[in-house]
């Protein structure tokens, strides 16, 4: 059996605007750097064998206290990047959705198909190693990409809040499931 958790960075000053964030790179905030440390003692505790991150700061950042705590070093890896939001990166996202309907509709927004297939690249490379715990630091768009592929009844109940995480396992069929979802510090 492998079990990943997928976490959430913790909050920067876009999030707590409520800005399309994507490939823009921000740093955490204060109440993020706060979220991070707590998120880092939860996963440290469980073990994991491997931390694996998308290459934005504010995943990097969540990564690296996550494997400190663990006495490991973070990786990036570019499968497990946000979308990208194109013109509309750092607009109000309520607005985006005002005007086109949904962020979807937005020209020029990564396809979510592209989104989720990159990010099942990272998934098999994982599934395919020899370590059963790892944790990937990502973002929502990412996270939900994923776990809507995996399960989406389950998914559709996901809230993704920053610095929470979700575990998936993946049995001898090769049948990944949703173990848990929307897990915060102190859960």
């Not at 607009?91 to 985006?96: L, P, S």
Request: charged residues 30%.
């Amino acid at each position: 059996m492998r079990y990943l958790t997928l976490a959430r960075h913790g909050r920067t000053a876009l999030n707590a605007e409520g800005r399309l964030r994507g490939l823009a790179d921000p740093p955490l905030d204060e109440a993020g750097a706060g979220e991070v440390a707590r998120l880092a003692d939860d996963l440290a505790a469980w073990r994991p064998e491997q931390v694996l991150c998308s290459p934005l700061q504010r995943a990097r950042s969540t990564a690296r206290a996550i494997a400190e705590r663990s006495g490991l070093t973070e990786l990036e890896d570019a499968r497990f990047n946000d979308r990208d939001y194109g013109p509309w990166t750092g607009e109000i996202k309520a607005e985006v959705v005002e005007r086109f309907g949904s962020v979807d509709a937005a020209p020029g927004v990564e396809d979510l198909a592209v989104v989720l297939e990159r990010a099942r690249r990272g998934l098999a490379a994982i599934a395919s190693g020899p370590l059963e715990r790892v944790v990937v630091v990502t973002h929502d768009a990412v996270i939900r990409a994923l776990l809507e592929w995996v399960d989406a009844d389950a998914a559709a109940s996901a809230a993704v809040p920053t610095a929470s995480w979700c575990r998936l396992s993946r049995d001898e069929h090769a049948v990944w499931r949703i173990e848990l979802l929307d897990q915060k510090p102190g859960s």
